[in-house]
């Protein structure tokens, strides 16, 4: 085989192995990561004890309309809404814990000088209530922490996703953006109710994860 022969016949080999390979990366699916993840509620849950106790004490912030919208529109109004009452609520509260157990007096506190997680998630849904934003859109939800340590959070459902006021952070984030565990939420049809939840979907991205209410115009 004379030396000119060998070359092309390694440059045909070659270039059989580039296009083969070309044709099997473009046959090969590709990944999608822009999946949204969504709360899905699963079951009917037992109200939280202490929800239940605030509903007889403050019945306004526990009525129902089957009528309002269950998403408000994320306008730069009520984006600067949203960002104002979770900060104020967030200054104006000095964090204390408390102990529910056997002392009755322990209890959920609408704008309490001090209080826990409880307290400044019911005093900001309680604002939001007074501003005109529909009740159905403003639930609370119980999560765990990673520590473990039972907490909870306001969720405001919008047309451009389901946002999360947290006493821990002045800024207004997607739900995904914590790293908790969902446990139970607030029914929108019915604000004395709760559902069991679980996380369905894929995460959102790292980007997404800072996005805050203010960049999602």
Known sequence: MTRLTSV??????????????????????????????????????????????????????????????????????NSELLDRVNRDVNAAIAPEEKGYGKNLQEAWTIAPFWGDCNDYAVTKRHELLRSGLPAKALRLAVVKTKSGDGHLVLLVATTKGDLMLDNLTDAVLPWQSADYQWMKIQS???????YNVKVSGASVSPADRKLRVTDRQ
């Open 8 to 77: 092309t016949l390694l440059f045909l080999i070659v270039a059989s192995g580039l296009l083969s390979g070309s044709a099997g990366a473009k046959s090969r699916p590709s990944h999608n990561p822009a999946v949204p993840a969504s709360l899905v509620e699963t079951s009917p849950s037992l109200a939280p004890f202490q929800h239940v106790r605030f509903c007889l004490r403050y019945p306004a912030d526990c009525r129902s309309n089957v009528t309002e919208d269950a998403r408000i529109e994320l306008t730069d109004e």
């Open 188 to 194: 929108a049809s019915d604000a004395r109710s709760w």
